[in-house]
């Protein structure tokens, strides 16, 4: 299948301080992405849904203030955590979806980024 | 809107025994169903799907799903689980409807725990 992939996989980092993730499609075009958010032991939420070429659309509750995205490439996203508190600290996934088109698509995981603050 | 119930939170097994895992969803659309596998620190992998067809569907790793469309339910099964299928196991739906489009619904997740 196709490869999502995320980097870094861990981060740790102090309170007041940002942190860039990026998520690729290594062998596939990717106009959306999707942010998802897990804390231990929970579901995934979706945050976001990350769009090539605009801007991207907000679940509700998301700060997009906080949480910024930036969709660079038709292979790469960014989620910012901006001034990041131990509050925000979760694993971070992505998915990416094989197809541009609006209908059924497989989508693709990333490995997660598990983001510390202390 | 959709919503997704797993019933399970924790599910211990022992190895070469059956197991099965029950998801239930709620909603206003038709939806495509989906169960997920994580294992630890790793990102979800995709077992299994319905689309649309037949309602027993199977994936990999032995496991398969049948989709009851009168109980809106959609549970997971494999006749003989080993070690190695320790881990979160998530059951997602997605409505068909264009503002759904991509968008997957999680369940709570239910961790399978198999034992000698």
């Known amino acids: 299948g196709a490869v999502v992939s995320q980097h870094p996989s861990r981060v740790i980092c102090k309170s007041g301080t940002s942190v860039k993730i990026e998520c690729r499609s290594l062998?596939?075009?990717?106009?959306?992405m999707f942010w998802y958010r897990q804390f231990p032991k929970q579901s995934l939420m979706l945050m976001a849904t990350?769009?090539?070429?605009?801007?991207?659309?907000?679940e509700q509750g998301v700060e997009k203030d906080k949480f910024l995205i930036n969709h660079a490439s038709l292979t790469l996203s960014t989620l910012t955590v901006t001034s990041a508190h131990p509050e925000d600290s979760s694993f971070y996934i992505c998915?990416?979806?094989?197809?541009?088109?609006?209908?059924?698509?497989?989508?693709?995981f990333g490995p997660g980024t598990r983001l510390t603050v202390l | 809107a959709q919503s997704v119930t797993q019933l399970d939170s924790q599910v211990p097994v022992f190895e070469e025994a059956p197991v099965e895992l029950r998801c239930n969803y709620s909603s206003s659309v038709s939806v495509y169903l989906f169960w997920y596998v994580q294992y630890p620190n790793q990102g979800l992998q995709l077992l299994l799907k319905y689309l649309s067809g037949s309602t027993l569907v199977k994936g990999i790793n032995g496991f398969e799903a049948e989709f009851n469309k009168s109980q809106t339910s959609f549970h997971l099964r494999k006749p003989s689980v080993h070690i190695s299928d320790t881990a979160e196991y998530f059951c997602a739906v997605r409505g068909m409807t264009t503002d759904s489009w991509g968008k997957l619904q999680f369940g709570a997740g239910t961790q399978v725990v198999v034992t000698p």
């Open positions: 990350s769009n090539e070429g605009s801007k991207a659309t907000y």
């Open positions: 998915s990416a979806p094989t197809s541009g088109a609006r209908s059924y698509n497989e989508q693709f």
């Open positions: 062998d596939f075009q990717a106009t959306t």
